[in-house]
Nanobody, 124 residues
Framework: QVQLVESGGGSVQAGGSLRLSCAASGHTYNFDYITWFRQAPGKKREGVAAIEVGGSQTYYADSVKGRFTISEDNAKTTLYLEIDNVQPEDTAIYYC??????????????????WGQGTQVTVS
């Protein structure tokens, strides 16, 4: 069973920065990509950033490019999302998600198989 646990959310002032973490454990199927999504109340989930596990490819939504940075630790067990110059529109629950690598689907799809519980980011 895959476990994805997000942390690092909280309340921050506009213009500030924060770093979110996603810890992966259990049978991760050697994920090829892991993705950060966010969802605000009344809005659909949107992918904001994805990273190739153990590789160098990254993807960013146009809305966050230049402010968000996705990375992973050397052990490939923790995913990070650095958010700089946070804006009110960044307020959302942030999730990390992944799918079995053999599916070869886009990492920005909202129907990935495995999701964390989310961590709340509130910008004021």
């Amino acid at each position: 069973q895959v476990q994805l646990v997000e942390s690092g959310g909280g309340s921050v002032q506009a213009g500030g920065s924060l770093r979110l973490s996603c810890a992966a454990s259990g049978h991760t199927y050697n994920f090829d990509y892991i993705t950060w999504f966010r969802q605000a109340p009344g809005k659909k989930r949107e992918g904001v950033a994805a990273i190739e596990v153990g590789g160098s490819q990254t993807y960013y939504a146009d809305s966050v490019k230049g402010r968000f940075t996705i990375s992973e630790d050397n052990a490939k067990t923790t995913l990070y999302l650095e958010i700089d110059n946070v804006q009110p529109e960044d307020t959302a629950i942030y999730y990390c998600a992944a799918d079995r690598p053999w599916r070869r689907c886009s990492p920005m799809r909202t129907d990935l198989a495995f999701w964390g519980q989310g961590t709340q980011v509130t910008v004021s």
